[in-house]
């Protein structure tokens, strides 16, 4: 290790006790910090755009507008939830948007071609997710194929198999029971329930993150997987387990789509994948991997959707909304580029 | 006459720490003055004020005796300063002449003169005594010819004068270093002064006039090299003698332990041909030869992580079949690769994350779900045993000196309690006080039954440290020698053996 790294003054004879001097304490502490810092900012960004639109706009702050937003966020927060797992590790997936497009036909098909029972439907378009993402995760992981590639590759397959399927017409399923109310239902008075579906999702997934193996190999991979696999890791079979995971919340949020919608619309889905992966930079998960949270994703996902419901409200054309989001994008990753080298400066500079 | 160049009371302090407090430092035309002290003494922090990286607090620095302000790289490079830095600044992909003069490049309007640039590099390495080709790609090339490509880059700027090189040997062998040397006496004798920061005490004779040591970033003293013994110089910068010489060459193990791990006719398609050797309980068994030679392979090939094209890998007599990583460590065999950073550790995440790595299944429970409590205190009894200085269990690694990150790779391996371990250059890029600390550890390691594998490039530690030693070159084992019949000669000559003349012979 080079100095610059450490230009704290450690001694590390033995016989000096192992009380180490205070000041090497400081990046320990520092890092930590800046980790809940910056879903500090993120929070504290969705706090200040929210006031800004209340401000602005008398229809913003309304219990009907605030339930629209939360729905709207639903379908982007499920696919940014699992795909954050993904881009932890240092991947990346592509194929999120057509992927759940996919799932909602597969859905679609199961439910009324096929007039299988709604569990029956609702648990294929889940499972057909985890399929999509263990091949990718195969592409990844087995044959060494760069995510990026991989998951690209997947998105055209999963777009072309989605029209193929579904004859390139929508599959109405309005006339499937219940099914509409998987996402619109209202277990909890004025939420739909797929806000609620949302919420306990990035609830388990978080617990699944920072407390458990796989959220543990999860983070090893991100930060280093030649020393992940060194350390005796069967690192291959996890990042399938990964990329299958992601895979399913992409089968979920198909399903919460095409309840939505009442349909499953193959024409649908491309560009949801990037909307995701915004809501995790945003939430200030790396793409160098190795860092990020549930929780910052979710807020992400929040601040995109808090933005362009904002906008609309006031009358932005929807055009300048996209724009508007672009450069919100920007602004994240360069907070956190500036969070991490001041940082990183108080340690070393 | 002045000095070359004069650093005077130079202080540099960094939010909570004062990195250099007073410091002075004199460096004279044709010198090489050498720069010790232990991690962490401000010798890192001296060079990077001297090319403009940090500005320092207080103090003067003069060349040629004209007070000068250096307020950057570039300026730095305009007084004639070039620092050869620890971790190369090469781009790997491009050649040895685009990589020498890049920015600089011959050019008629916006079009490059590579064959101008061609001729300008062979002159260059002509010049300075350095063989390699022009149009040589530097990915392809050794680190040390990367090393000479440095240097040439930083010759290639016709005024420099004073030459730093960080740790130039750590990463080269010693027919290598011997080319390194003649190019450094020859710099000499055009003149520059060098600065070398070495941890190698044996270098340092070789090739220094005198020796400038720093400590906890205070100047303690400069000598003529000829006047000062090793253990002055290492007690001057640790502040104390050290006690480490009266462990100094293990007792003969004898051959009756149990064989716990035993290769036989290990091939990889690449390079290794043939190897085979026993370890047994409580052996420390050492593996000598030159950059190259294969040792770092056959440890790789062992554990999985390169496939073997021929070769049976017994653990306790049974023969097993190890084609990943983790199902080495599921025989009990933790490798501790050579590269720490790269290979060993994540760097980013804290000190309990990394122990445990290798042992969550002790501090899971159903589900998968860790036990956070749990996890910390099996980190932290391996902290307390191995001493690792550290603030707490949630320190990031990163923040640690090399020393203590190296003693982290040993607590995720005895945390999984492995049987065999296999360390390959343990104490690369450690200071003096820390390596004793591990052989220390090693031995106690050993003493407790473990069978141990040390790869080491630096003669003098093998021979320290290990009960026999099996010698490679090119590929296969040329010799195994016990303790106590072996030398550097006899080893450097197996490590030198040529095969191809042998057969031919």
């Not at chain 1, 991989?150 to 397959?157: D, F, G, Q, S």
């Not at chain 1, 990042?239 to 919608?261: D, F, K, N, P």
Request: one cysteine or more; hydrophobic letters at 45%.
């Amino acid at each position: 290790m080079t100095e610059s790294q450490a230009p704290a003054k450690e001694r590390q004879t033995s016989d000096e006790g192992a009380e180490a001097p205070p000041e090497q304490s400081t990046g320990g502490w520092r890092g930590r910090l800046g980790q809940g810092l910056q879903q500090l900012l993120a929070f504290g960004t969705l706090m200040a755009l929210m006031l800004f639109f209340a401000v602005a706009s008398p229809n913003f702050f309304t219990v009907s507008n605030l339930t629209s937003i939360l729905l709207a966020t639903a379908v982007i927060g499920i696919l940014a939830v699992g795909t954050t797992f993904v881009i932890i590790t240092g991947g990346i997936d592509l194929s999120i948007g057509t992927g759940m497009t996919l799932c909602s036909v597969v859905t679609g098909l199961l439910l009324t071609d096929m007039g299988l029972p709604l569990i029956v439907g609702v648990l294929g378009g889940i499972a057909f997710g985890a399929l999509v993402g263990f091949i990718n995760g195969f592409n990844v992981a087995v044959l060494g194929l760069p995510p990026f590639i991989a998951t690209l590759a997947m998105m055209m397959v999963a777009q072309g198999l989605a029209l193929v399927l579904s004859g390139v017409r929508p599959i109405y399923l309005s006339g499937v029971p219940g099914f509409q109310q998987i996402a619109l239902g209202q277990l909890v008075p004025r939420i739909p329930n797929a806000v609620l579906i949302l919420f306990a999702l990035a609830l388990v997934l978080g617990v699944v993150l920072t407390k458990t193996v796989l959220g543990r190999m999860t983070y090893a991979i991100g930060s280093n997987e030649e020393a992940t696999r060194l350390s005796g890791i069967n690192t291959r079979r996890w990042l399938l387990g990964i990329y299958a995971l992601a895979g399913a919340c992409t089968g979920l949020a198909g399903v919460v789509l095409a309840s939505r919608l009442s349909s499953a619309q193959p024409q649908l889905g491309m560009g949801y994948e990037l909307q995701a992966i915004a809501a995790v930079i945003i939430g200030g998960t790396s793409l160098l991997g190795g860092r990020g949270s549930i929780l910052g994703t979710l807020i992400g996902a929040l601040i995109m959707s808090v933005l362009i419901n904002g906008l609309r409200i006031m009358a932005v054309q929807s055009e300048w909304q996209t724009v508007v989001v672009g450069i919100v994008v920007l602004v994240a990753v360069f907070a956190d580029n500036l969070r991490k080298r001041r940082a990183e400066g108080g340690g070393r500079a | 006459m002045s000095a070359l160049l004069e650093i005077r009371d130079v202080s540099k302090g960094f939010p909570g720490v004062q990195a250099l407090q007073d410091v002075d430092l004199v460096l004279d035309r044709g010198e090489v003055l050498a720069l010790v002290g232990e991690n962490g003494a401000g010798k890192s922090t001296l060079m990077k004020i001297l090319s403009g990286i940090y500005a320092r607090d207080t103090g003067t620095i003069s060349i040629d005796g004209e007070q000068v302000e250096i307020a950057g790289p570039r300026a730095a490079q305009e007084l004639g300063i070039s620092i050869i830095h620890q971790e190369m600044n090469l781009l790997p992909h491009l050649t040895v002449a685009q990589n020498i003069y890049i920015g600089r490049e011959p050019r008629v309007g916006p079009m490059l003169q590579e064959r101008a640039l061609r001729r300008q590099t062979q002159a260059l390495l002509d010049e300075i005594g350095i063989r390699l080709r022009p149009t040589a790609v530097v990915g392809d090339l050794t680190v040390a010819q990367q090393q000479m490509v440095e240097i040439a880059k930083a010759l290639s700027f016709e005024s420099t004068k004073i030459l730093v090189m960080d740790e130039p040997t750590s990463a080269i062998s010693i027919s290598e270093t011997e080319v390194l040397f003649r190019l450094i006496a020859s710099l000499r004798e055009r003149g520059v002064g060098i600065v070398y920061i070495s941890h190698r005490m044996e270098e340092l004779r070789e090739i220094a006039d005198r020796v400038t040591v720093l400590r906890d970033g205070r100047y303690v003293d400069t000598r003529d090299i000829g006047e000062v013994t090793d253990e002055e110089i290492i007690a001057m910068m640790v502040g104390r003698e050290l006690s480490a010489h009266h462990e100094d060459r293990p007792e003969r193990q004898g051959g009756d332990a149990e064989v716990v791990l035993s290769v036989r006719g290990l091939s990889t398609r690449g390079l290794l041909s043939d190897v085979s050797f026993d370890l047994h309980r409580g052996e420390i068994l050492g593996f000598a030869g030159l950059m190259g030679a294969g040792r770092t392979e056959t440890a790789r090939a062992i554990i999985g992580a390169d496939p073997i094209s021929a070769g049976t890998i017994y653990v306790r007599g049974e023969e097993v079949r190890i084609s990943r990583p983790d199902q080495a460590v599921r025989r009990g065999i933790g490798y501790l690769p050579e590269d720490r950073k790269r290979h060993g550790l994540m760097l980013e995440q804290d000190v309990a994350f990394n122990v445990t790595m290798s042992s969550l299944a002790q501090v899971r429970g159903p589900l998968g779900v860790l036990r956070g409590g749990k996890a910390r205190q099996l980190a932290s009894s391996f902290v307390d045993a191995l001493r690792i200085k550290t603030p707490s269990t949630r320190a990031m690694v990163k923040n640690l000196s090399g020393g203590n990150q190296q003693k982290i790779v040993i607590a995720k391996w005895l945390a999984r309690d492995c049987d065999v371990l296999i360390f390959d250059e343990p104490t690369r890029g450690i200071d003096v006080g820390a390596k004793e600390e591990i052989y220390r550890l090693l031995h106690d390691l050993a003493g407790r039954g473990k069978a141990v594998m040390v790869i080491s490039s630096e003669l003098p530690e093998v021979l320290r440290l290990a009960h026999r030693i099996v010698v490679m070159s090119e590929g296969r084992v040329t010799g195994e020698l016990a303790n106590d019949e072996a030398d550097q000669e006899k080893v450097m000559a197996l490590a030198t053996k040529n095969i191809d003349e042998g057969d031919v012979a």
